[in-house]
């Protein structure tokens, strides 16, 4: 009985599955390749079927399929548990419920499942363009929802993606106030991390050469809006970990549980004035530190404070995150130190590295003050031939310091931090090494500090009597214009900067048009991060805030069905306007006028009934009409069917006529 | 214990609340020959697609919530409002229709009567996936894609003799996302002429002729007026009795004596001492026998009189008048 309506249309099948591969593709490097073979199959099996070479699956094909499918995850990810296994698990039930799809509830099923899918692809990046391409994806889905309800549709048309593309233009006003309006309030509970997704940036241990290969990579790591003025490239540290110990060649940062009770929080640092104040939007990196200027505080909920002085996320940033932060760079940091917190920062393993260890002494015994030793040592690291370099070749002895030191003297920045820090723990001035990000390109269009992973440093910090910790680059000894220049410069005559990304659009700075095109997307990047992405519970109350003064309920509902009203309201004119009630010609309009004065008195013309019939039977009934409504008949008869011009008599003849024609009531 | 019992309130209840609502339905959309669609007369919710679509969205939100993912909320509001949208889009589908009933045609009992439905739109806009259907009877799905009306036959079983009336027909429509059903019931004041059942009875004992002058003048038994002869050669194939054939009994030849000036009256008084309706039925074979050997007929009934003639038109009005004979609405 329901058949008819239940059909999916040849149009509707056609949607769905440029739909389906739409939605595949952004996956498609997240997920194991034999899930695309299952697509490709899903969809000549279904194919098949349409054109009757085949048949649909049985349901032992089916259970089998679906439980292969499952194992099948589960083989190539380990478990069925996280984000990317459960994405996998989404696609391939989208493409087997393709293959089964029969009626029409199984496309609603299969549409449904491509909106949660969309929905998925949002959980590993926000970017721009994937929001684009997502957009692209959802009214495809849509187009096959409104193809699958255009019956009798057997070519593919476009009508469907016009009318759907209308709709969603249509619900994006009324969106947008919902996004802004609709509190945000944390997870309800845990989620599935992505644990398969690789680590991005500096990680929490650093040997020689781990950041020289990090600067090959000209990815953005994170996007800074600076409140007023931005400082000097020269400035620009961005303190993310801290290296307080050495082992094996290997720096590495202290763990949670080995910081004492007592030590776990930072020390109040005495501040001076107003600060500078800036927000930083990170990237993902499937880590938890934030980067920083020193000394950093950030209102922004959520982010934890380290004894060391660094921002801290509680949990790995999964996905584009933007925090508040203020710092003081001139503040003094901790000018009294705790007896463990020394003890730390001085450690050095008991053997090793005996000619840096002798080379500091013979530099203490020349000075008299610490400070002056950091002065001796960077201009040591100056007036001998080192040479800073992005292929400083692999260190090979167990004394590596050393090595580096007397042997290759060829190094990037961590060489350098390295040895810094070596040497000065080792004359007693404690010291450790910083690792983050130095400079960063300022983006003219919109004055934001874009850092790259290239971008990636390592310094030295030291504690000094009475000045607390001072930051030391060896670095800036050995090429100053890496620090004044960023990079690019430090490494022109060597030619490798970015040597491995020869169509990275950052190596063709120099081409005006080109640059400019890429600064003005990073300015786009950046707006849609901070008002799209960023948008979070604080953000949201200041912007309400901000537009309407107190929050309250009642602004909030009034804000509320204020928006639908504005924009519902000329969605439904435009739709359910009447263009001046009916088009109907004056001709039918009277002589329909006419049979409604006949049905007062009970004659009303029967269905399909001619005016000439209807004639005859009123001329039966109503005798003492008749030659009335024969004229009335007779005119509009001639009227009708005489052609244009044609006709003796006028159309106002007959207007009058069916005017001036009383029924009798009395009969009645 | 007695199931009944539970049940017959129930029944009954549901019985009064469908006739509640029956007389509302006339209230608010009364029967007329044709209706536009207007806010008056469409009904409008989600249908068992929406809610599952509305499951799905809440699905959806949490999603947003639990990853903090402000583009999944954005994606998900967006298809919130999408659902909004949609209710002004389906409503709009429907809006605007004018159903016109076209006719009725004519059936015996048991059989399928064709009502002839005409769909035409009021504004420049194409509508989609229209479901026509009457309680019992066939379903259509049409577009109305131009400015052409589109007719629509549906199919409805009759059941008894007089006027047949199929009740409200259902004009739904789920377009164009599937999560909104907008639906009328519109009365289109048509109905169907049911005939009576054709009953054969083996012999016109009381068929009478009618005299040119008009008197009516027994004439059972005449054998030169109404009877059969062998078939010769040269005799209209027209007056072969078929059925004689049928059964072997060789082809013979009706034979009319005066068949241009004398004719046939099938009279109610011809079967004594029987029912109203199966005097109805006789007469209805006859019409239909008459008819289809091609002679002439006329038909009285207590109250009315066919003059005696042929053809279509001949015909309708004698069924017609035994399928309303005894009802209010006389023709």
């Given amino acids: ?668 | 214990m007695n199931v009944g019992a539970i049940t017959e309130p129930f029944a009954e209840w549901r019985r009064r609340s469908q006739a509640r609502f029956r007389e509302w339905v006339n209230r608010r959309i009364p029967p007329a020959r044709e209706v536009t669609l207007d806010q008056k007369r469409i009904f409008i919710f989600p249908s068992r697609v929406g809610l599952f679509f509305f499951i799905c969205l809440l699905v959806m939100l949490m999603t947003a919530i639990n990853f903090e993912s402000n583009l999944s909320y954005g994606l998900t509001f967006w298809l919130v409002t999408l659902f909004i949208i949609a209710t002004l889009h389906t409503y709009a589908n429907l809006s605007g229709i004018t159903l016109r009933a076209v006719r009725a045609q004519p059936a015996f009992p048991g059989q399928q009567s064709e009502f002839e439905i005409m769909l035409e739109r009021g504004r420049r806009r194409d509508h989609y996936a229209l479901r026509l259907h009457w309680p019992h009877g066939s379903e259509a799905l049409v577009n109305i894609l131009d400015d052409d009306p589109v007719r629509v036959r549906l199919h409805v079983p009759v059941a008894e003799r007089g006027w047949y009336s199929p009740g409200r027909l259902l004009l739904e429509s789920t377009y164009p996302l599937g999560l909104l059903r907008c639906w009328t019931w519109v009365d289109l004041d048509i109905r169907a002429m049911v005939y009576p059942r054709p009953l054969s009875w083996p012999d016109l004992s009381g068929a009478s002729s009618d005299a040119p002058d008009g008197a009516a003048e027994l004439v059972v038994g005449d054998d030169d007026f109404f009877g059969f002869r062998n078939y010769q050669k040269g005799d209209s194939l027209r007056h072969v009795n078929w059925k004689a054939l049928a059964k072997g009994q060789g082809m013979q030849t009706r034979q009319y004596t005066a068949y241009a000036e004398r004719c046939v009256w099938l009279d109610w008084e011809m079967f004594p001492g029987l029912g109203v309706e199966q005097r109805l039925s006789h007469l209805c074979y006859w019409v239909l026998e008459f008819d289809a050997g091609q002679e002439e007929y006329g038909l009285r009934l207590p109250g009315f009189t066919l003059e005696p003639d042929l053809g279509e038109r001949h015909k309708e009005t004698a069924l017609k008048a035994l399928a309303l004979y005894g009802l209010e609405e006389h023709p």
């Fill in chain 1, 1 to 668: 009985m329901s058949s008819l309506v239940e059909q999916v249309p040849r149009n509707a099948l056609v949607w769905i599955i440029a739909s389906m591969f739409a939605l595949l593709a952004p996956h498609a490097l997240r997920i194991p390749v034999w899930v695309l073979l299952v697509y490709i199959v899903a969809v000549v099996w279904r194919i098949q079927v349409h054109r009757g070479r085949w048949s649909f699956p049985g349901r032992v094909v089916k259970v089998v399929l679906t439980l292969s499918g499952f194992f099948g995850v589960m083989a190539s990810y380990g478990s069925v548990i996280g984000l990317e296994p459960t994405v996998a698990l989404l696609l391939i039930a989208f493409a087997l419920k393709l293959v089964e799809l029969v009626k029409r509830k199984d496309a609603y099923v299969l549409l449904f499942l491509g909106y949660f899918v969309c929905i998925t692809e949002f959980l590993f990046s926000q970017d721009l363009l994937v929001t684009l391409y997502s957009i692209f994806t959802v009214v495809l889905v849509t187009t096959a929802l409104v193809a699958l309800h255009q019956p009798g549709q057997q070519r593919f048309s476009g009508s469907s993606l016009r009318l759907a593309g209308v709709m969603l233009l249509q619900a994006l006003p009324l969106m947008i106030v919902i996004f802004f309006l609709f509190p945000r309030f944390g997870p309800l509970w845990t989620v599935p991390i992505k644990s398969h997704t690789a680590k991005t940036g500096m990680s929490d241990f650093m040997k020689p050469g781990d950041v020289a290969s990090l600067s090959q990579s000209d990815e953005v790591a994170f996007r800074v809006k600076f409140a007023g003025e931005i400082p000097p490239a020269s400035e620009l540290y961005w303190r993310g970990l801290v290296f307080s110990r050495l082992r094996q060649g290997v720096w590495s940062s202290l763990g949670y549980y080995e910081v004492p009770a007592g030590e776990m929080r930072p020390r109040e640092v005495a501040t001076n004035g107003e600060g500078v104040g800036y927000s930083v939007i990170m990237e993902p990196t499937q880590q938890n530190w934030l980067y920083s200027l020193q000394y950093a505080v950030s209102g922004t909920a959520g982010v934890m404070h380290t004894p060391d002085y660094r921002l801290y996320s509680p949990g790995p940033i999964e996905s584009e995150y933007m925090y508040r932060a203020r710092s003081w760079p001139r503040s003094v940091v901790e000018p009294e130190l705790s007896e463990w917190r020394r003890k730390t920062e001085l450690k050095l393993p008991p053997l090793g590295n005996d000619g840096a260890r002798s080379l500091a002494q013979r530099i203490r015994a020349d000075v008299d003050s610490q400070q002056a030793f950091v002065d001796a040592v960077l201009s040591y690291f100056s007036n001998e031939p080192f040479h800073y370099t992005l292929k400083p070749g692999r260190l090979t002895s167990s004394d590596q310091i050393d090595e580096f030191l007397f042997d290759s003297r060829r190094g990037f920045c961590e060489h350098y931090a390295s040895a810094f820090v070596f040497m000065s723990r080792s004359v007693g001035i404690p010291a450790r090494v910083v690792a983050g990000y130095q400079g960063g390109e300022i983006n003219p269009v919109n004055k934001t500090v874009i850092v790259h992973q290239f971008d990636a440093h390592a310094w030295a910090e030291v504690w000094l009597e009475g000045r607390g910790w001072v930051r030391v680059d060896p670095t800036s000894a050995v090429a100053p214009s890496r620090i004044e220049w960023g990079l690019e410069e430090a490494l022109a005559s060597e030619g490798t900067f970015l040597a491995d990304a020869p169509l990275s659009p950052l190596r063709y700075r120099k081409l005006p048009l080109l640059n400019q095109l890429r600064l003005r997307y990073d300015a786009l990047t950046y707006q849609w991060q901070s008002w799209v992405v960023g948008f979070n519970r604080e953000a949201q109350f200041e912007l309400l805030h901000e537009l309407f003064g107190e929050i309250s309920a009642r602004v909030f509902i009034t804000l509320f069905i204020g928006s639908w009203v504005l924009v519902l309201t000329p969605v439904a004119i435009s739709l359910l306007r009447r263009k001046s009630t009916r088009e109907i010609n004056p001709l039918d309009k009277h002589y329909l006028l006419f049979c409604e004065r006949m049905s007062e008195i009970g004659l009303a013309r029967e269905t399909g009934e001619t005016p000439d019939q209807y004639y005859a039977r009123v001329r039966e009934e109503v005798p003492e009409k008749a030659e009335q409504v024969e004229r009335i008949t007779g005119l509009y008869n001639e009227l009708a069917y005489a052609g244009p011009g044609r006709a003796e008599r006028s159309l106002a003849e007959f207007i009058s006529a069916v005017s001036s024609f009383k029924p009798d009531r009395r009969r009645f």
